[in-house]
């Protein structure tokens, strides 16, 4: 029976800035989402980040790192028109949040239009976003992340499931309606079980085939239905690896835009050290070891993916900083030196 984990992590307390710009900002947001004409108010006001096939527009910051380039609705709608496109077309983005100053945020997929035409008009790169989130600052990512997940999921709920018929988005995106059928359809994501397993000691990553050569992160399973976190957590692991857990402790969560747009549970948890033997499935993973802190702190000091020197044997690497994956990782770090 899964027993709590007590003491491996303290709990973690959140302040909030108290004020009530946060309050003003998030009502505001909600009346965009439900009254169409506020919100194309909104959009003449605001910015827009651009895509081109779920890609977002980047431009080079100083520090060779890069930033997202957010452009003024008239000056994409001048670019719509330069590449013989209505300007009305601005109307199929969707709102992605406002920024302090109250400037609404919107995200439009251009990629229809000549993708280095827009590049070329723009001065930015249309970039991967698994490849910008090595690229961009820790807090743009969501944001980007965010942009991508939502216009995916617009390009694939074009039509109603119950009668065929096309579905309307409103004017935020945060929903779309068959008039057919009257059904109203919202954005949603897949709930996800991200756990990184210790034996005490040492923790345990896979690797899926599809993952980037030599990094490893932790086991993940999407929930099936009805389950608990809990029984997923423990599914998921004898499954994957065919280990017992033991105890297991709740730790965060994230938004992740694939490969539709999952919702991360993360958690540590505990296998007996006497019982900790592996036994892969190589139907979703490649390959899963134990790894010891010391290969851990390691891997956490090399900044990017490394090259092995001299084509010895290949070293792993971890998920990016931002990933939750990654936070596992430095938390058990943490518990692991904490006192030593
Ligand atoms: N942010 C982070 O730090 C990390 C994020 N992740 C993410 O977690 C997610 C889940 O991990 P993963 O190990 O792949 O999951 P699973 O171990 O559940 O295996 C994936 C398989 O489950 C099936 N499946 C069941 N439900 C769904 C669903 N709702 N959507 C898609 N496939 C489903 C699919 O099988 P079939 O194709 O046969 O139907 C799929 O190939 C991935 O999207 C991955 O990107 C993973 C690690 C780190
Ligand atoms: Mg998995």
């Given at each position: 029976?899964?027993?709590?984990?007590?003491?491996?992590?303290?709990?973690?307390l959140?302040?909030?800035?108290?004020?009530?710009?946060?309050?003003?900002?998030?009502?505001?947001?909600v009346?965009?989402?439900?009254?169409?004409?506020?919100?194309?108010?909104?959009?003449?006001?605001?910015?827009l980040?651009?895509?081109?096939k779920?890609?977002?527009?980047?431009?080079?910051?100083?520090?060779?790192?890069?930033?997202?380039?957010?452009m003024?609705?008239?000056?994409?709608?001048?670019?719509?028109?330069?590449?013989?496109?209505?300007?009305?077309?601005?109307?199929?983005?969707?709102?992605?949040?406002?920024?302090?100053?109250?400037v609404?945020?919107?995200?439009?997929?251009?990629?229809?239009?000549e993708?280095?035409?827009?590049?070329?008009?723009?001065?930015?790169?249309?970039?991967?976003?698994r490849?910008a989130?090595?690229?961009?600052?820790?807090?743009?990512v969501?944001h980007?992340?965010?942009?991508?997940?939502?216009?995916?999921?617009?390009?694939?709920?074009?039509?109603?499931?119950?009668?065929?018929?096309?579905?309307?988005?409103?004017?935020?995106?945060?929903?779309?309606?068959?008039?057919?059928?009257?059904?109203?359809?919202?954005?949603q994501?897949?709930?996800?079980l991200?756990?990184?397993?210790?034996?005490?000691?040492?923790?345990?990553?896979?690797?899926?085939?599809?993952?980037?050569?030599?990094?490893?992160?932790?086991l993940?399973?999407?929930c099936?239905?009805?389950?608990?976190?809990?029984?997923?957590?423990?599914?998921?692991?004898?499954?994957?690896?065919?280990?017992?857990?033991?105890?297991?402790?709740?730790?965060?969560?994230?938004?992740?835009?694939?490969?539709?747009?999952?919702?991360?549970?993360?958690?540590?948890?505990?296998?007996?050290?006497?019982?900790?033997?592996?036994?892969?499935?190589?139907?979703?993973?490649?390959?899963?070891?134990?790894?010891?802190?010391?290969?851990?702190?390691?891997?956490?000091?090399?900044?990017?993916?490394?090259?092995a020197?001299?084509?010895?044997?290949p070293?792993?690497?971890?998920?990016?900083?931002?990933?939750?994956?990654?936070?596992?990782?430095?938390e058990?770090?943490?518990q692991?030196?904490?006192g030593?």
């Open positions: 029976m899964l027993r709590w984990l007590r003491c491996l992590h303290r709990p973690r959140v302040i909030w800035r108290s004020g009530s710009s946060y309050v003003a900002r998030m009502r505001y947001l009346k965009l989402k439900g009254d169409d004409e506020a919100c194309s108010a909104a959009l003449r006001a605001g910015r980040f651009l895509y081109h779920l890609r977002p527009l980047l431009m080079r910051a100083e520090g060779g790192r890069h930033r997202p380039l957010d003024k609705t008239t000056d994409v709608e001048a670019l719509l028109e330069k590449l013989g496109q209505q300007k009305e077309r601005v109307r199929e983005s969707v709102l992605v949040g406002c920024t302090e100053t109250w609404p945020q919107f995200c439009l997929d251009v990629g229809t239009l993708k280095c035409a827009v590049e070329r008009l723009c001065g930015g790169e249309f970039v991967d976003l490849k989130f090595f690229l961009l600052r820790g807090h743009d969501p980007m992340a965010r942009g991508r997940a939502l216009l995916h999921w617009h390009q694939t709920h074009g039509f109603c499931s119950a009668s065929g018929e096309p579905t309307v988005k409103n004017q935020a995106g945060s929903q779309r309606v068959c008039q057919g059928s009257g059904h109203t359809y919202y954005p994501m897949a709930p996800v991200i756990v990184l397993v210790s034996d005490g000691s040492r923790c345990l990553l896979g690797r899926q085939a599809a993952f980037p050569r030599d990094m490893y992160s932790a993940a399973g999407f099936d239905m009805g389950e608990t976190m809990e029984e997923t957590l423990r599914r998921e692991v004898a499954e994957e690896v065919g280990l017992e857990v033991e105890t297991f402790q709740f730790a965060s969560t994230q938004h992740w835009p694939y490969p539709q747009s999952s919702f991360m549970l993360a958690c540590h948890a505990t296998v007996n050290p006497q019982r900790c033997q592996v036994s892969v499935d190589k139907v979703e993973l490649e390959d899963a070891r134990w790894f010891t802190l010391e290969e851990i702190q390691e891997a956490l000091r090399r900044a990017s993916a490394p090259q020197p001299g084509g010895g044997p070293v792993f690497w971890l998920p990016p900083s931002f990933t939750i994956a990654h936070q596992l990782v430095q058990w770090v943490r692991q030196t904490a030593v």
